[in-house]
């Protein structure tokens, strides 16, 4: 179905275009803004410096190798244990295949048992109903609602801040063990 790896410089060409595409950016809390190749390479060399708390990965289709989309742990702190967690799924052909939650469930055991997390955090969009359903889906839950956050097509939307902490990812393992 999918596998993970690494972003490498030869995957900026494709996520740049991803950047500048108005239907992509419409589902995500970021603004739409004009991204150069040269912006997108400075912002690769950053994510090199700074390895230790940042993981940006690839979601490649395990039948073709082409890369679908990006899942990101950004702002790890070490004190704290948490990080933000983002994914798009930006092949518009791979959106509504189940990808999405499959990929969460992967990073989520990924910070939890690999990377010693004990938070992990998201903003979305409120209207974006079907990755607010896929993250409670996966264990994610509402901690709060910013009103009139991001400002997007001529006007301002709500965001919603959701968490999954390592003890309900704990709980959940246990009950489906039971």
């Given amino acids: 179905m999918f596998t993970l790896r690494e972003i490498s410089k030869k995957d900026l060409k494709i996520i740049n275009?991803?950047?500048?595409d108005h239907d992509i950016i419409n589902f995500l809390g970021c603004n739409f803004l004009y991204i150069?190749?040269?912006?997108?390479?400075?912002?690769y060399q950053n994510y090199l410096n700074n390895r230790d708390k940042n993981l940006r990965l690839s979601i490649i289709e395990s039948d073709n190798n082409n890369i679908i989309g990006n899942v990101y742990?950004?702002?790890?702190q070490s004190i704290n244990r948490s990080a933000e967690f983002?994914?798009?799924?930006?092949?518009?052909d791979y959106w509504s295949r189940g990808i999405?939650?499959?990929v969460c469930r992967e990073i989520i055991k990924h910070a939890f048992i690999d990377l010693n997390l004990n938070?992990?955090?998201?903003?979305?969009?409120?209207?974006?109903?079907?990755?607010?359903?896929?993250?409670?889906?996966?264990g994610f839950f509402v901690e709060g609602k910013l009103e009139e956050a991001v400002y997007k097509n001529g006007s301002y939307h709500n965001t919603f801040v959701m968490a999954i902490l390592r003890s309900n990812y704990n709980k959940d393992i246990q009950n489906n063990n039971k």
């Fill in 100 to 102: 999405g939650e499959a």
């Fill in 17 to 20: 275009a991803w950047r500048n």
């Fill in 119 to 138: 938070r992990i955090y998201l903003y979305v969009l409120e209207q974006n109903t079907r990755a607010i359903r896929m993250y409670e889906k996966v």
């Fill in 86 to 92: 983002s994914i798009v799924i930006s092949n518009k």
């Fill in 36 to 43: 150069s190749e040269e912006i997108d390479e400075n912002w």
């Fill in 73 to 76: 742990l950004t702002n790890i």
